[in-house]
């Protein structure tokens, strides 16, 4: 769906990409992150065609956006995190006119403003001004105008900033019905709980280059090791951990390094994805002696995943 090759992008004195090349594919809904100056917001203006990179190449549904950006937007919808929204025009004018300039008809473009409303809770709002609306409805809003051509793909920079707890959690919903609509979506947020509960994808980003980008939950064919959690019955400590938990190629802390064994809670382990691996293993932990009380396979949140791939740590074996 996104194809992205050897992207350059510099701003005076500093270059804010460095050769990006990456595919994001169709269906999917990207959790992009990294620290502030990574080079997240510029890369999305890239996407949507508002910025124009030294050299490289950015295909969107297939259409070079340098070369026909206008067509590109078509199939593209893009809210920024600081946006504007026309504040004489009323909830309804405002998805009218963003339809219209997407190219709608008018009968069309009414059409969607209905749909559009009931989909974002603002059929109550139709009539209301931007000025009128609470900071969730007005976000609301310009998702709503990112979203009425119905795109093919959804670029959102911090859509959750300065909104509440049950504003998130609506914006979060939005995210998931959208991607059940056949959406693709990248979104760049600071909040990576929230981006944990929707995401499929992670793009990390440091100094304008990639650090990690694949699925957050690797298929079973696809997966070496699962992470598990072993919960044991008591507390150990680091010598019984050692004595429990010899060097094993095929075993790997959760974080790359042993964990101190003190906090009781379950230790997180990476396993073979063969569950006769993990029987043999097992066996050998209780016949060591250790208090194994149950094993239950875990989803890595997409913040342990972003540590443990963008952390410099020293990976460690038990």
Known sequence: MIRISNLVF???????LDGI???IEAGSVTALVGPNGAGKSTLLRCMAGLEQPLSGQIRVHGIDVAAQPRLVHRHLGYLSDFF???ERLTVARGLEYAALAMGLERTAAQARVQQVAQQLDLLALLERRPAQLSRGQRQRLAI???????????????????LDPEARASLAQLMRQLQAQGM???VSSHILSELDEYCTHILALRAGRIESHGPLQPTHEQAQLQLFALELAHTPTPGQLRAWFPENASVQWHDGARPPGTSGEPLLLWLPGAAAERAVLLAQWVQAGAPVASLAPQRESLQQRYIRRTAPAE???P
């Open 21 to 23: 090349s990456l595919h």
């Open 184 to 186: 693709t979506l990248v």
């Open 10 to 16: 510099e701003y005076p004195g500093h270059r804010a």
């Open 84 to 86: 504007g929204l026309y």
């Open 144 to 162: 709503g105008q990112a979203i009425i051509h119905q795109p093919a793909v959804l670029l959102l920079d911090e859509p959750a900033s300065g």
């Open 315 to 317: 990976k460690a074996q």
